[in-house]
């Protein structure tokens, strides 16, 4: 089993930044990738951005120039910087992990950007 635990939501206004980190433990092995999903009020979930044990990266459209995840294998972390927030970003941000065919997922933590 794999537990993710996120931290660093919050609310701030728009323009401003945060970082997110998402701590994970258990048995965690070989080659896996590791990302933040979102979820607003009334849409789907969707892919923010996400980084493989290689260190390969992919990010949605939106977040594109703004976001930047990163990991740190020794920690088994992986963060989420986000700048240049705006309202649109307000969600629930999800940690996410694919390990060895299997998914994990964190509790998720709110971030709030007011205009």
């Known amino acids: 089993q794999v537990q993710l635990v996120e931290s660093g939501g919050g609310l701030v206004q728009a323009g401003g930044s945060l970082r997110l980190s998402c701590a994970a433990s258990g048995r965690i092995f070989g080659f896996n990738t590791m990302g933040w999903y979102r979820q607003a009020p009334g849409k789907q979930r969707e892919l923010v951005a996400s980084?493989?044990?290689?260190?390969?990266?992919n990010y949605a459209d939106s977040v594109k120039g703004r976001f930047t995840i990163s990991r740190d294998n020794a920690k088994n972390t992986v963060y989420l910087q986000m700048n240049t927030l705006n309202p649109e970003d307000t969600a629930v941000y999800f940690c996410?992990?694919?390990?060895?065919?299997?998914?994990?997922w964190g509790q998720g933590t709110q971030v709030t950007v007011s205009s």
């Open positions: 996410n992990a694919r390990i060895g065919g299997n998914v994990y």
């Open positions: 980084i493989t044990s290689l260190r390969s990266t």
